[in-house]
DNA sequence: CTGAAAGCGCTTACAG
DNA sequence: CTGAAAGCGCTTACAG
């Protein structure tokens, strides 16, 4: 039992002491704290993770019930202004953090939202996934998230890894998974899109016009003089890749250009497929003065293979691509693109989610391309 | 009552479909499922989070206590085979997942490691961020991501948010927190570091031998008969960035080239600064046949600069940059650089936390880098 | 204004 | 082989 008592005050004196480093980092520099860091050096990891101040040990400490310490902390409930103070002194004296789990359990959702993420490393679903994290701010939500890494079999346990979690609402980043099991996940827990069009669902799907873009990147060629404009698509049916090939046509119809099958070529969203499709292109002798790619990624690929053939852009051909990757700004030349508010989208996933959790009513979520006129494109000669 | 009864067989049947709907996504799309979709379509979201079935209701269904069951999953205790068949069949029928809530409460530990992340929109990070991901797989262990978004404060709460969910142990990637404070984090929670190198807790961190990089980076220039060459530095003081400086120079002092002030140019990681380092190069006439940026983000500014004022790579400079980025292998030309195995550390640290959590010894962690030659690099005319 | 008690969903000695 | 009971750390009616 001393043993006990002795081990509390070593910890309380411990955890003040990194509070202290919170507030003043010098102290620590000039050692200090060395006695203590040595008195606690030698434990073992097990025992380290195992101790965490916890409600009743506040109380204790400010001679309170642990009723009282909850109803503070939440708020909630009318206390003398000394207790209030002797607890919060406790709080900050002991490092209390709240767990979680119980609170969750306890109070039946976890405050966490779950986002699917589609590859934790692409620079396109990066973005979204940053503006996922700065729409959560100062919410009193936490997003967690676990990766699909683009195989569907993967995308089921991650789903299931945040289920058992027991998030409160749960964002979709891309995915693919069928449309029919979101439709079904819709029904037992409040779900979000991004970058994703689930007809029946759309009022949970923060997207782009699509369309628009593909006919903006088109037009902004025909408007250059372009005539023989080469489309290369995204994935098979892939519905980004359709919308934008979409655009495509309708400009080329109004700008009275012929659609010719020949200059659309299959791509896969990755720089490779971008490279090979120009390769394909230009060994089948297709004329071109103008590509479009369905992606920015797409385009880099397809600007080195115009490099390797000493085709210069945008002097030869021009190029434009779709997304605005951070990094195209420094493409040689800078790349001509459609901009998609990534980073923008992905805040207002989160802002539809805890909309929705609040029963309040979801902003605008449809969002409209920008055409980014850089140096990659220019008038045909 | 009799209500609730109604609604437990309705959630049943319910449930029951959306595990038809994995099984066999084509009877969902002949419309099967309409009649249920209506009868459920219009609760409130609140109603809809609120019921997931718990080891109760599984015990319930199946005839048996809450202790068996929890033993089945567990794998302990030892049941007939009809039990545990029974069991099994009702934990699928009802879809159960089991609260990971209430099972880290219980448990006392959560069976999640945090991750400290400094930006989740880096192309450097990400690919460590993924590598940890993968690292986790099948460990029984899931990483939750909280970012720091590269300021201080915002890294303090983001390890608030972790500690507040009881992970069992932290990963920091980067990061601006100062060594003190990750001394005495160390002290009471599992810690593991990724691209930074704590002194005291070297066993701890994943790193790259960045000395060693920038000797292999500097002596590929001078082996191609470059004696001026230019280095652009990363952030002020930034461990990365000296190391790499300090590879620079051995190699210049071995290959006998005098060391000149006037070549290094400070930058911050960025692309922009990697530009403009080149225009300050230029601007004051400094000579310079070879440049050697310390990443490759800055590289790629520095490559812009140059297209700009018509100085062609390799041609007239060489151009070499560090940690080789996915998108680099599409620049123009495709970049010679350092590679940082970056996917591979973030694995390592993974392994490194579940070996520190399990008690077995740590995996080696020191990683080398690879010169990767490209096309930016040419013999000094 | 404050405390004792019950309970969230689990797990695990302790009985039988 | 299986169940009843206690308890993980909270919150919240329910008393006083």
Redesign the pocket.
């Known amino acids: 039992m001393e043993l006990y008592i002795l081990w509390c005050l070593l910890c309380g004196f411990f955890r003040a002491c990194i509070r202290m480093v919170c507030l003043s980092e010098s102290q620590l520099l000039c050692g200090e704290l060395e006695p203590s860091n040595r008195e606690v050096g030698c434990e073992s990891y097990v025992e380290r993770t195992k ?9 204790r400490a400010a ?9 503070i ?2 708020g ?5 202004p ?3 103070q002797r607890v919060m002194v406790e709080i900050k004296r002991l490092n ?4 979680v ?3 969750g ?4 959702h976890s405050r966490t939202v779950g986002v699917l993420t589609q590859e934790l490393n692409s620079p396109f679903f990066n973005e979204t996934v940053q503006g996922i994290e700065y729409g959560f701010e100062d919410s009193g939500y936490d997003p967690i998230f676990s990766g699909g890494h683009s195989r569907k079999s993967e995308e089921r346990r991650a789903l299931d890894v945040l289920r058992s979690r027991r998030v409160d609402a749960l964002i979709v980043v891309g995915s693919f998974l069928p449309d029919a099991l979101l439709l079904e996940l819709a029904k037992e827990t409040i779900l979000v899109m991004v970058g994703r069009r689930v007809s029946g669902l759309e009022a949970q799907c923060v997207f782009l016009d699509n369309v628009q873009g593909g006919l903006d990147a088109t037009t902004h060629l025909t408007t250059l003089g372009h005539r023989r404009i080469a489309f290369v698509t995204g994935n098979n049916n892939h519905p980004d890749s359709a919308e934008r090939f979409q655009g495509y046509c309708t400009a080329l119809s109004t700008a009275g250009i012929p659609f010719d099958p020949q200059l659309v070529v299959a791509g896969d969203f990755g720089e490779q497929s971008g490279l090979m499709a120009v390769d394909a292109l230009l060994s089948q002798g297709v004329r071109f003065t103008a590509l479009f790619a369905a992606n920015d990624q797409m385009a880099c690929g397809a600007r080195l293979a115009l490099y390797r053939r000493g085709i210069r852009v945008p002097d030869d051909i021009s190029l434009i691509g779709f997304d605005d990757l951070k990094h195209v700004l420094y493409a040689i030349p800078p790349l001509t693109t459609v901009r998609q508010p990534m980073l923008e989208m992905g805040q207002c996933a989160a802002r539809l989610a805890l909309n929705l959790l609040e029963g309040k009513s979801p902003p605008e979520h449809t969002f409209s391309p920008t055409l980014v006129v850089r140096e990659s494109t220019a008038m045909a000669r």
Chains 1, 2 share one sequence.
């Open positions: 101790h965490a101040m916890t409600l009743t040990d506040v109380a001679g309170v019930s642990p009723s009282t310490v909850s109803r902390l939440s909630t409930a009318r206390v003398t000394e207790t209030r209390y953090q709240p767990n789990l119980a609170q359990l306890k109070r039946g």
